[in-house]
């Protein structure tokens, strides 16, 4: 009797809470070490894909151009170290209809943080997933066409007078204490 049961081989074992996804069109999606395997869970014939994730160069948020910044006072010396190879921390799909066969887009992240669209290749005899968008590429070069500032925010106008000397007239509203609310509802001759 045959078994019910897929065998896949993976490159390790998944090691992340989101590194396993169930898609719409019945794809499964285990992401072990820095390579995403995709499964066709009705057709037990072995891996329907693979994303092969490369390593990418961090973004250089919050680096120093000068080293003296580097030796003053408050600034402790630090040194951090980056796996060699990428590893993916975390696989998405999106909704049926996503991807241009109508069917779905991966979302794949990874440990340094960087988030990639994927679609399945047009032909079937090709394995490979095609890189259909990089969000963090995007994303940095949006933030650095607005120069890392938040946008649509007005700015903080600062007032010479004094905390209590601000004079609103009468375009505030009358507004009741809470105490005087409960003092109205006990009030049973209706006078206020």
């Known amino acids: 009797m045959a078994s019910r049961f897929q065998a896949a081989t993976l490159v390790a074992s998944p090691s992340y809470p989101n590194s396993i996804a ?3 069109e019945n794809l499964i999606a285990v992401a ?3 390579v995403v395997t995709i499964l066709n869970a009705a057709l037990p014939l072995g891996p329907r894909g693979l994303i092969t994730v490369h390593k990418s160069e961090p973004y250089p948020i919050g680096s120093s151009k000068k080293k003296v910044y580097l030796l003053s006072g408050p600034l402790l010396s630090t040194c951090l170290s980056r ?11 999106s909704p049926i209809g996503m ?3 109508s069917g779905c887009l991966l979302a794949v992240c990874t440990l340094e943080g960087h988030v990639k669209l994927f679609r399945p290749p047009f032909c079937d005899f090709c394995a490979e ?27 903080l106008v600062i007032s010479d007078e004094p905390e209590g000397n601000h004079s609103h007239g009468d375009d505030l509203p009358y507004s009741v204490s809470g105490n ?13």
């Open 32 to 34: 072990s070490g820095h």
């Open 83 to 93: 796996d060699p190879l990428p590893c993916v921390r975390s696989i998405s799909w």
């Open 22 to 24: 169930w898609s719409d």
């Open 180 to 192: 005087e609310q409960k003092r109205r509802r006990v009030n049973p001759s209706g006078a206020t």
């Open 129 to 155: 997933w095609i890189e259909t968008f990089d969000i963090t590429d995007r994303l940095y070069d949006y933030l650095g066409s607005i120069s890392f500032t938040e946008q649509g925010i007005p700015s």
């Open 99 to 101: 991807a241009p066969n």
